[in-house]
Nanobody, 128 residues
Framework: QVQLAESGGGLVQAGGSLRLACAAS????????MGWFRQAPGKEREFVAG????????YYTDSVKGRFSISRDNAKNTVYLQMNSLKPEDTAVYYC?????????????????????WGQGTQVTVSS
């Protein structure tokens, strides 16, 4: 069974940076794409960023392009989300998610049947 454990959340001022990490176990990590989602208070959970099994393909929602960067270390079974120039509207619980496929096509990342297990989430709060 896949287990995902996020870390790195916290409170930061607008314009600051945070780096989230997600450690995976119970899965052959290097074979699957990974992603980050977030859920703000009163809003639906939304896709933030995804990365293919080998890190070649990355995909972002428009609101974070140029500010967030997703990466992975297959030797450590860990995926990261570097968040720069944070805004109050980035405040949310951030969730790591494992995909069910390698993620070699951009169209994969918007498909609901592409995604599998969730982590427990980590809170990110950006103060103005």
């Amino acid at each position: 069974q896949v287990q995902l454990a996020e870390s790195g959340g916290g409170l930061v001022q607008a314009g600051g940076s945070l780096r989230l990490a997600c450690a995976a176990s119970g899965v052959t990590f290097r074979r699957y794409a990974m992603g980050w989602f977030r859920q703000a208070p009163g809003k639906e959970r939304e896709f933030v960023a995804g990365i293919s099994w080998n890190g070649v393909i990355t995909y972002y929602t428009d609101s974070v392009k140029g500010r967030f960067s997703i990466s992975r270390d297959n030797a450590k079974n860990t995926v990261y989300l570097q968040m720069n120039s944070l805004k109050p509207e980035d405040t949310a619980v951030y969730y790591c998610r494992a995909a069910l496929r390698a993620g070699n096509y951009y169209s994969d990342y918007g498909s609901t049947d592409f995604w599998g297990s969730w982590g427990q989430g980590t809170q990110v709060t950006v103060s103005s």
